[in-house]
């Protein structure tokens, strides 16, 4: 009987090795992609830099620009800003509720944007993250046909990450991944304070 289980799970993994040989096979572009990472849940910021982490781990030049936060500083910019592989920027303003001023945001949003367009054409970085980009696109404070086609212009090689809860269709069109974060839970929501570490 046992014997039967085992033959049978060996056939199963044969067959299953097979698919996945043929669609290793067949994935042999080597280029640089673009990532979006959506959605309402908490882990989009979190993800983009834990694949920063891992693109360090190979020696990869990396970039970042923050585009929301700026009042509070966050964990990941504390620790990846430090790092010599990582030229970490945070755009200079705070919260659109807080700074209730649009002109001041509209030149904010220029100034960052002019450091990642900078970025997206120097083919020494090999990764760049654009965290919370998609909200200046929503409250129009950046025209997101021209982010499209600095990306579409970007060098072959580099990989880029865009986070925000909602994503723009122009940019979904380009986008190579996307992945939604939905919300199931949070503990905000049950009472528990926002906290270092986790949340910033
Ligand atoms: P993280 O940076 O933790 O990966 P995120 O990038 O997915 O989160 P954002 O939309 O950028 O989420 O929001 C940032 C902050 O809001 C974080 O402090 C996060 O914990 C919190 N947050 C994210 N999703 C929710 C939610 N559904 N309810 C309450 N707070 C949330
Ligand atoms: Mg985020």
């Not at 755009?91 to 220029?110: L, P, V």
């Not at 190579?176 to 009472?191: C, L, M, N, W």
Request: aromatic fraction near 8%; glycine fraction near 8%; proline fraction near 2%.
């Amino acid at each position: 009987m046992s014997d039967e289980i085992e033959q049978k799970h060996q056939r199963k993994m044969a067959r299953l090795k097979e698919v996945v040989d043929a669609r290793i096979d067949q994935a042999q572009e080597e280029r640089g992609v673009l990532i979006a990472l959506k959605g309402n849940g908490k882990g989009k910021s979190s993800s983009a830099f834990g694949t920063m982490a891992r693109a360090l781990g190979h020696r990869q030049k990396c970039g970042v620009v923050q585009f929301i936060k700026g009042r509070i500083e966050t964990g990941e910019q504390l620790f990846f800003g430090q790092h010599p592989g990582v030229d970490f920027h945070v755009m200079g303003t705070g919260f659109t509720w807080e700074t209730q001023n649009r002109a001041q945001d509209i030149e904010a949003a220029e100034k960052a944007w002019a450091i990642a367009d900078r970025m997206l054409q120097d083919p020494s970085y090999q990764l760049l993250v654009f965290d919370e980009i998609t909200y200046l696109f929503k409250y129009k404070y950046l025209d997101v046909n021209r982010v499209v086609a600095s990306l579409q212009k970007r060098p072959p090689h580099m990989n880029v990450i865009i986070t925000g809860r909602t994503l723009a269709r122009e940019i979904a069109e380009i986008a190579d991944t996307i992945s939604v974060v939905q919300d199931e839970k949070h503990a905000f929501r049950a009472g528990v304070k926002a906290q270092p570490g986790i949340e910033w």
